[in-house]
């Protein structure tokens, strides 16, 4: 059974440019969830959809992120324009109502 | 605010050395909490979910356990593959599609 997918595992960009970052939940799931990850300040939610409807952006941390959820098996997390300091890893994690959430195995993103 | 604290931040055990990890909550409600083993390059595995005081649950050589301000995580005779890092969050009732996570503890376990 696959988990779930993000895409790509890794991406290098120089500032200002735009970033996509993709996310595929497991089949079935409802929800779904965006995290970013760095040493200063761990896993922080982003943003998370419950039937492909954004409930909670309030992690966003500020305009130059937005995130869709267009069907039940697609989302995806833009940043325009790219900085330096959103480099990090972001996760994408499903589950089913509130249950336990998966995560997936991360997109690392250095920005320079 | 809700919030997680995570001790010790990092940990190094000989092998078979058994410790505890603690997790420190404060929540205005606690419907949850859970475990998860994150490897060096991957994303966080899911291990436990408690929901209230006194329950506890176990894998291999892992139980974890909950009271009403926090929860642990113990370790019995760990072996290499037990190295990770151990995140703890908890889910509040009157936010159940959130987690919020502490910063985890580092344990490595030598041979």
């Known amino acids: 059974d696959a988990g779930v997918i993000q895409s790509p595992r890794h991406e290098v960009t120089e500032m200002g440019q735009e970033v996509t970052l993709r996310c595929k939940p497991i089949s079935g799931h409802n929800s779904l969830f965006w995290y970013r990850q760095t040493m200063m300040r761990g896993l922080e939610l982003l943003i998370y959809f419950n039937n492909n409807v954004p409930i909670d952006d309030s992690g966003m941390p500020e305009d130059r992120f937005s995130a869709k959820m267009p069907n039940a098996s697609f989302s995806t997390l833009k940043i325009q324009p790219s900085e330096p300091r959103d480099s990090a890893v972001y996760f994408c994690?499903?589950?089913?109502?509130?249950?336990?959430?998966?995560f997936g195995p991360g997109t690392r993103l250095t920005v320079l | 605010e809700d919030q997680v604290t995570q001790s010790p931040e990092a940990l190094r055990l000989q092998e078979g050395e058994s410790s505890s990890l603690n997790c420190s909550y404060t929540v205005s409600g606690l419907r949850g909490l859970f475990w998860y083993r994150q490897d060096p390059g991957k994303g966080p595995e899911f291990l436990f979910t408690?929901?209230?005081a006194g329950e506890e649950k176990e894998k291999e050589r892992l139980k974890a356990t909950l009271t009403k301000k926090e929860s642990f995580l113990h370790i019995t005779a760990p072996k290499p593959e037990d190295s990770a890092t151990y995140l703890c969050?908890?889910?509040?009732?009157?936010?159940?599609?959130?987690?919020?996570f502490g910063q985890g503890t580092t344990l490595q376990v030598k041979p």
């Open positions: 969050a908890v889910q509040a009732v009157q936010d159940t599609g959130k987690l919020i």
């Open positions: 408690l929901y209230s």
């Open positions: 994690a499903s589950t089913w109502g509130t249950d336990t959430q998966y």
